[in-house]
């Protein structure tokens, strides 16, 4: 297989994971369940749910929702920006490498 061939199929390949990636949170997020996830039920369970103090840092999006949208768009929307965060996360780190490569240095460990 010649290399743009085989760059084509990697991008295409890609360009469907990340469209999945976002169907999955448009279509299947708001359907996510409101009860406690596991940290916070084992919480309640062995009763110290109660001593949880507030975070060093506050995040914007803290419990996948936005301030002052309604609740399915909320949990959309934080959904997408933290699926766009993360592809950029990966794609710059991809980026440093495949440079790091091309120029003959390795990353030290």
Do not use: C, N, Q
């Not at 010649?2 to 279509?27: D, L, S, Y």
């Not at 109660?50 to 609740?71: M, Q």
């Amino acid at each position: 297989m010649k290399r743009e061939t085989r760059t084509r199929a990697t991008i295409g390949f890609a360009a469907g994971m990340v469209a999945v990636a976002i169907g999955i949170v448009v279509f299947l997020a708001p359907l996510a369940s409101t009860w406690p996830d596991g940290l916070d039920s084992t919480a309640e369970k062995l009763g110290f749910a109660g001593r949880a103090v507030e975070g060093i840092i506050k995040t914007p999006l803290a419990d996948y929702s936005v301030p002052g949208l309604p609740a399915p768009w909320s949990t959309i929307v934080a959904g997408l920006v933290g699926t766009v965060l993360a592809l950029a996360v990966g794609l710059g780190l991809a980026y440093i490498l495949k440079a790091t490569r091309r120029h003959g240095t390795r990353v030290s460990r």
